[in-house]
C-alpha cells in the first residue's frame, strides 16, 4: 500500500467514525425521550380577561399525550366552552360545566411525529381564556 492510499484509507475511516460515533450516542436520549413511554410534562399558567387564571400542561404518555386545561373559577356551575387544538386540529370541543375546583378537561389524543403546539381556549360571556405549549 502506498503512503498516499495508507493516508486516504485513514482519512475515511475517521471521517466514518465521526459520522457514526455521534449518532450512536445520540440513539439512547431519542428513545428516552420520544419513546412514547411518558417523560416530563410542559406547563404554561396565565391569567384570563377576568380575573380568573389558566394552567395548560401536556406531556407523553405511552403513544399518546395526556393534555389537561384547567380554568381556576369561584363557582361551580359555570358553563364554559372549550376548544382545545393540537397543530391546528380540534382534539376537544363542546361545553363543559364547571365543579367545585373550577373547570377540568383532561383529554388523550394520538402523539403523532414532531413538535406538538397544543393551544386551548374557554370562553364564558366576555370572559376568555388561552394558553398555549410547545411540547417537543
Request: with cysteine; hydrophobic share 40%.
Amino acid at each position: 500500500m502506498s503512503l498516499i492510499t495508507g493516508r486516504r484509507t485513514a482519512g475515511i475511516l475517521a471521517l466514518g467514525a465521526s459520522l457514526v460515533i455521534p449518532t450512536a450516542l445520540a440513539t439512547p436520549a431519542l428513545a428516552k425521550d420520544g419513546g412514547g413511554h411518558g417523560g416530563a410534562a410542559v406547563t404554561a399558567r396565565g391569567a384570563c380577561t377576568s380575573t380568573d387564571h389558566w394552567q395548560l400542561k401536556a406531556k407523553h404518555d405511552d403513544g399518546r399525550l395526556e393534555v389537561e386545561f384547567e380554568v381556576d373559577t369561584d363557582r361551580a356551575g359555570q358553563v364554559w366552552h372549550v376548544a382545545i387544538t393540537d397543530n391546528g386540529t380540534s382534539i376537544a370541543s363542546g361545553a363543559r360545566t364547571t365543579g367545585v375546583d373550577g373547570l377540568n378537561v383532561e383529554v388523550h389524543p394520538a402523539d403523532l411525529v414532531g413538535v406538538d403546539r397544543i393551544r386551548a381556549v374557554a370562553t364564558r360571556g366576555a370572559t376568555t381564556c388561552t394558553g398555549s405549549i410547545s411540547l417537543p
